[in-house]
């Protein structure tokens, strides 16, 4: 859980620092999970619930895996409101690469 926290601590900083540098409306910011990253996401247990309700009224999107969500027998209704969910978190992010997001990895 301790990645987490530290991960969460930089989404603020990349979130203020891009935002600052290119303009609010000019930055756009997607964390997607997948593997053990997905714990996070989900409403019982995340330890970083609280930030990432926080971050998504700043426009941030989560999204979760689909695949993972299977593999470990949880549902979409477990995540935490306003997270999404995909079919494939790893395939989410080759395709947001191809439309010209750039992946950036705290």
Known sequence: YRDSIRSMNGVGIFR???QKFYGIDNVKIAIVGYGDGMKAFYKKGSPVRERIESHLKYEIEFIGCGNTMTAT??????????????TAGIAEIVERQLQGWIYVRP
């Open 16 to 18: 203020d620092a891009l």
């Open 73 to 86: 027998q949880r549902s979409p209704d477990e995540l935490i409101p306003g997270v999404k969910h995909v």
